[in-house]
């Protein structure tokens, strides 16, 4: 005997899975080819950073963790302009405590995110918000005043980005003020990445 038809639910699942399959087939294939600017390219298993572990630091510790949810990618990955496409509340910053002692303070930036990241500490602003700086047409925040920066992979300070799966970390020293807590990478600010750190 002939099969039965297939229901209309039946060929919607069967559909569902053929866009599936299609959308993972794609990332796997970006994930691979790469892309023109380390800072856009989306990790795959091998383009993936090193996990590593912060040394001892010095002064009350806070752990940043920067985070995006992996969704900004294209065939052979962002382009250098691809951050124009980024979207507010798509990636975040998280400090955890939210709030040090004054003094010494030693920051370590955990990428959990898909994407290259870095961290910044900008001075507070006296009645301004986080996440109210004004963004160049470059995608980025006036960086001046920065008391420190962890944007090295596995290691302190200023680098080229902190690879996903990468811890980076600086020690700062930070008198009493809120500060702010940004990843300043091209779009990154006006996508979320930003948070306040209470200094007391």
Known sequence: PAPAP???RGLLIAAAAV???AVVSTVV????????????RPW??????????????????????LADMGQMMS?????????????AGMMRVVASPASAPAG????????????????????????QQAGTRTVGADGRVDEAGSSGEASASCAAG????????????????????????????????AAGMYTELDVT
């Open 158 to 189: 200023a680098g080229d980005g902190i690879a996903a799966g990468s811890d980076g970390w600086v020690t700062v020293h930070l008198p009493a003020g809120r500060y702010e807590l940004v990843c300043n990478l091209p779009g990154h600010y």
């Open 104 to 127: 010494t303070v030693s920051l370590i930036a955990a990428n959990t995110g898909y994407l290259t990241h870095e961290l910044l500490v900008l001075p507070p602003r006296a009645g």
């Open 19 to 21: 866009v599936v399959l």
């Open 29 to 40: 294939l970006a994930a691979a080819a790469g892309g023109p600017d380390h800072a856009y």
């Open 44 to 65: 795959s298993a091998s383009a993936r950073g090193a996990e590593c572990t912060a040394p001892a630091l010095p002064g009350a510790i806070v752990t940043v963790r």
């Open 75 to 87: 065939r052979g990955g962002m382009s250098r302009d691809g951050w124009r496409s980024l979207r």
């Open 6 to 8: 297939m229901s209309r």
